[in-house]
């Protein structure tokens, strides 16, 4: 099995800019997504490719890649964007984890 | 408009069986796999069970294996996860989720859910 390891909380202001990290070996070789999930709601995607953003996504939310760890930025977080956020990746195809999730705080 | 219902979702005794659809329509069906993914109450995510666009290539977490079966029908533009011998620690939310085309391992649109309580 593999592990994706998220930090529990963040808390930003917003204006500020928030980083969520992911840590997880398969990282290195596998691409990593992120999913916003808000309180009764359905997740969506706003990172997949480690870094590509879906169309509809607002520009202040990217991705990126080093090694082990993936990082969700968003740059300028609002008031809107606290939710609780999870990476996952695909170690193969019978191996699909979800990190266990941050909750963003934005106040 | 790409629209994922699902449905079937209730309260069922240890050991029983239910069977969850998901209803999808806004998009050629037929082309894209389809996944099952879900949370237990108050915890995160977890991907169930994944199904090829033919139904050439299923898949499985180790946690359902031999309990449940995913399926789909391309006529009726519907996705189905049977669940047998049902276990407490299968008490989630259900979501029914596309993959996109452009990333093979990823959920592009997903469903509201339906809640599926495990007790007797």
């Known amino acids: 099995s593999y592990e994706l390891t998220q930090p529990s909380s963040v808390s930003v202001s917003p204006g500020q800019t928030a980083r969520i990290t992911c840590s997880g070996d398969v990282l290195a070789k596998k691409y990593a997504r992120w999913f916003q999930q808000k309180p009764g709601q359905a997740p969506v995607l706003v990172i997949y490719?480690?870094?590509e953003r879906p169309s509809g996504i607002p520009e202040r939310f990217s991705g990126s890649s080093s090694g082990t760890t993936v990082t969700l930025t968003i740059s300028g977080a609002q008031v809107e964007d606290e939710a609780d956020y999870y990476c996952y990746s695909a170690a193969d195809n019978n191996l699909r984890v979800f990190g266990g999730g941050t909750k963003l705080t934005v106040l | 408009e790409v629209q994922l219902v699902e449905s079937g979702g209730g309260l069922v005794k240890p050991g029983g069986s239910l069977r969850l659809s998901c209803a999808a329509s806004?998009?050629?069906?037929?082309?894209?796999?389809m996944n099952w993914v879900r949370q237990a109450p108050g915890k995160g995510l977890e991907w169930v069970s994944s199904?090829?666009?033919?139904?050439?290539?299923?898949y499985y977490a180790d946690s359902v294996k031999g309990r449940f079966t995913i399926s789909r029908d391309n006529a009726k533009n519907s996705l189905y996860l049977q669940m047998n011998s049902l276990r407490a620690e299968d008490t989630a939310v259900y979501y029914c989720?596309?993959?996109?085309?452009?990333?093979?391992?990823?959920?592009?649109?997903w469903g509201q859910g339906t809640l599926v309580t495990v007790s007797s």
């Open positions: 806004g998009f050629t069906f037929s082309s894209y796999s």
């Open positions: 989720a596309r993959t996109p085309v452009e990333d093979g391992s990823s959920f592009d649109y």
């Open positions: 490719k480690d870094s």
């Open positions: 199904i090829s666009s033919s139904s050439s290539y299923i």
